[in-house]
């Protein structure tokens, strides 16, 4: 539900993780929120803080080198910013790793400087000498 504008420093929208769908009131700073009212319980600020800067979790692929699939399907450990995703596909277009690849390994650390991780999500084996 997109977020109604009350003026420049208050939006207010409906929370819609549970069933409740308490009325939230976020205040924002230099397009930050700073604080959040009409929430109960801790969800609503998370969820506040989400729709004033999305956050998604990215998933794409990298290239494999020497491995029994061309490409290795990969995530983002947490949500990163929705703004950040094009810049993010771009650096992983250009990823190459070495086969073999198991799933969870970590393919980039420190993410775009996210602190998050870009994590395989399947093996990739390496090709069997025919
Ligand atoms: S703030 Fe908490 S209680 Fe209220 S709708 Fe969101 S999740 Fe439910």
């Known amino acids: 539900m997109s977020p109604i504008v009350k003026d420049d420093r208050v939006l207010e929208f ?3 993780i549970c069933p409740m769908g ?3 009131r976020a205040t924002l700073k230099d ?3 700073c604080s959040v009212e009409g929430n109960r319980c801790p969800r ?4 506040a803080q989400n729709e004033v800067e999305p956050k998604r979790i990215l998933i794409s692929v990298v290239k494999v080198i020497g491995g029994n699939l061309p490409v290795v399907s990969v995530k983002t450990s947490e949500p990163m910013p929705k703004e950040m995703m094009p810049e993010a596909m771009k650096i992983l277009s250009n990823v190459t790793v070495q086969a073999p690849v198991k799933i969870g390994q970590i393919i980039i650390k420190d993410f775009l400087g996210l602190k998050i991780n870009v994590i395989a999500t399947r093996n990739v084996d390496p ?4």
């Not at 609503?44 to 969820?47: N, Q």
């Not at 090709?127 to 025919?130: E, I």
Request: with cysteine; charged share 10%; aromatic share 6%.
């Open 14 to 16: 409906t929370c819609i």
């Open 44 to 47: 609503g600020i998370v969820y």
């Open 22 to 24: 308490c009325r939230l």
């Open 127 to 130: 090709v069997q000498p025919s």
């Open 31 to 33: 397009g930050k929120v």
